[in-house]
């Protein structure tokens, strides 16, 4: 499966994103999915994950209350809604997709792009 990542910007303090992922070549109901972010000069983290048919999902306790994960298996997309952004959220936003939705880089064969985020103070 190919991924596509878009929705990436510069916006200030407290302001939202919506970050998309589109999938091509597979269909998406058989991945597990997930967005991990990558700040200069740290390592690619844990963000959100969604099960396969979007009934659980896990966040990292940053993102917690802010960030929500959803998809759209019909439309072959995966979403990150972000709200309350805070400068420390700035990063390169990496979507991917695995047999199961876990918080391990590892898990995850199919890797989008990525799309940048900055958020000012």
């Known amino acids: 499966v190919q991924l596509q990542a878009s929705g990436g910007g510069l916006v200030q303090a407290g302001g939202s994103l919506r970050l998309s992922c589109a999938a091509s070549?597979?269909?998406?109901?058989?991945?597990?999915m997930a967005w991990f972010r990558q700040a200069p000069g740290k390592e690619r983290e844990f963000v959100a994950a969604?099960?396969?048919?979007?009934?659980?999902?896990i966040y990292h306790d940053s993102v917690k209350g802010r960030f929500t994960i959803s998809r759209d298996n019909a439309k072959n997309m995966v979403y990150l809604q972000m709200n309350s952004l805070k400068p420390e959220d700035t990063a390169v936003y990496y979507c991917?997709?695995?047999?199961?939705?876990?918080?391990?880089?590892?898990?995850?064969?199919?890797w989008g792009q990525g799309t940048q985020v900055t958020v000012s103070s």
């Open positions: 991917a997709g695995g047999t199961v939705a876990t918080a391990l880089k590892l898990d995850y064969s199919y």
């Open positions: 070549g597979r269909t998406l109901s058989a991945y597990g």
């Open positions: 969604i099960a396969r048919r979007g009934g659980s999902t």
